[in-house]
């Protein structure tokens, strides 16, 4: 069973860091890559970060203009994703993701595992 547990998320203020996990547990081929997306509120969901499990191969959303780096640790099965200069607009429940295979790390489509979201909140 894939089981994706994200933590980390929290209230901080503008220019502020934060740091999400996401503890994956099954076997590893379930995670072939592994993403970061968000939704705020009344907004669709947005592709945030995406990483490839084997090469550390990665992929940004355009918003993020090195702001975010997502990055792993295969000892631990955990992928990080690592936020700073953060601002309001960056409120949202943020999720991540695993695919078995995948294409495009920004297609969420792609993706087959999803955690339950850890509510990151942005204050002026």
């Known amino acids: 069973q894939v089981q994706l547990v994200e933590s980390g998320g929290g209230l ?16 590893t081929w379930s995670r072939y890559a592994m993403g970061w997306f968000r939704q705020a509120p009344g907004k669709e969901r947005e592709f945030v970060a995406g990483i490839m499990w084997s090469s550390g191969e990665t992929d940004y959303a355009d918003f993020e203009k090195g ?17 700073n200069s953060l601002k309001p607009e960056d409120t ?6 695993a695919s078995k295979y995948i294409a495009s790390l920004s297609a969420d489509y792609e993706y087959d595992y999803w ?6 909140t942005v204050s002026s």
């Open 12 to 27: 901080v203020r503008a220019g502020g860091s934060l740091r999400l996990s996401c503890a994956a547990s099954g076997p």
């Open 115 to 120: 955690g339950q979201g850890t509510q990151v």
């Open 92 to 97: 949202a429940v943020y999720y991540c993701a």
């Open 67 to 83: 702001r975010f780096t997502i990055s792993r640790d295969t000892a631990r099965n955990t992928v990080y994703l690592q936020m």
